[in-house]
């Protein structure tokens, strides 16, 4: 089993910064991926950013450029670094870890960029 818990959210305005964590504990040795999802009012959850166990990250689009994950070696926190926000990034932003056996999820952190 591992538990997240997500903190860093909040309101920010257009063109500025935030930094998210998600704190890790139980199983983490077991992790072999962590990601940070997202989900905006009415819409599907979408994959924000991955980092896998080597190191390697993979961002989606949308966020190339201005998002940054990166991790703990013992997997025990992992964060977004967010600059040159956008009103379409608000959304309530979740972790994720993933094992050979499962998926787990924290229970997500609000973010609200004002125009």
């Known amino acids: 089993q591992v538990q997240l818990v997500e903190s860093g959210g909040g309101l920010v305005q257009a063109g500025g910064s935030l930094r998210l964590s998600c704190a890790a504990s139980?199983?983490?040795?077991?992790?072999?991926?962590m990601s940070w999802y997202r989900q905006a009012p009415g819409k599907q959850r979408e994959l924000v950013a991955v980092?896998?166990?080597?190191?390697?990250?993979k961002y989606a689009d949308s966020v190339k450029g201005r998002f940054t994950i990166s991790r703990t070696n013992a997997w025990n926190a992992v964060y977004l670094q967010m600059n040159s926000l956008k009103p379409e990034d608000t959304g309530v932003y979740y972790c994720?870890?993933?094992?050979?056996?499962?998926?787990?999820w924290g229970q997500g952190t609000q973010v609200t960029v004002s125009s």
């Open positions: 139980g199983s983490t040795f077991s992790i072999n991926a």
């Open positions: 994720n870890a993933t094992t050979w056996r499962s998926d787990y």
């Open positions: 980092i896998s166990r080597g190191g390697s990250t």
